[in-house]
């Protein structure tokens, strides 16, 4: 007679996967799918830089040798370059959204929708591949600019500073790209859209000129937007480290209170737009 025994090893190998372990492999499957629809080729990633760079490369040059605009001693060269991230970023973002109204009409969002997979998930996925899109864009941007002549003053902490803003202000922007592709129905409409989204805000947000130029009340209007905040912590992580910028929003005297301060408005765009885009979808998933 042969004994059959099970060793413990068998048994922890036989074991099923935590719910945990389940959804982690979910979100990375789901990431990783996200990512080859959007940046199946080069081209997908390099196309939105196209305007940005110009800006950077050939609009502030011009700009700055016509107009004499005032950035407080800085290099207006820099001083754009950082401001044209405030443009790429949403733009990026907001091209992804596309990717989520093909999903809705001709793509797998049913079948992922039934899965057994918390459906915040699908939301995550798509955010995690639009920051590391944008984040590819930005390192370009940065680096075209640097090739072009442009001066960056950058610490350790300054990195930091701008990294956290810019990371904050894509999540929310792609929060709020995801939630109007989940409202909007046809992809002309969505496109219809992104002046509005994308480009309105960068021209107040202090992205060519100190918000200090402006009119009061664009001003006021200008401290509104969280795209002047994420430029001002920008700026003083990189370029900026007397916090001029963060002074014409605050007008306090310590840049690291300035810049904590700003970045918790960024923050506050981020987690506010991301929860907002996992409960739209969830609403537009059961329709």
Known sequence: MTAVTTTHAT???AAPPTPRGLWLRAFVTLSRRRLALSAATPREVLVPLLTPILFALVIAPAIAKTSGVGTAGLDYKTFVAVGTVGLLVPLSCTFAGI???VDRESGA?????AAPVPRALLVLGNLTVALLVSGLQVAALLLA?????AHFDATGTGVVWFVAATILFAAGSYGMAESLAHRIRTQEEYVGATPAVALLPWFFAGSLYPISALPAGLTVIAKVFPLTHALAVMRYGLLDHSGAGLHDIWGMSDPGVEALL???VVAVFAVALTALSIRVFARAAVR
């Open 11 to 13: 048994a922890a190998a």
């Open 99 to 101: 990717g989520v109204i």
């Open 109 to 113: 969002r049913r079948d992922l929708i």
């Open 145 to 149: 600019t640097v090739l072009s002549g």
């Open 262 to 264: 700003s970045l918790a």
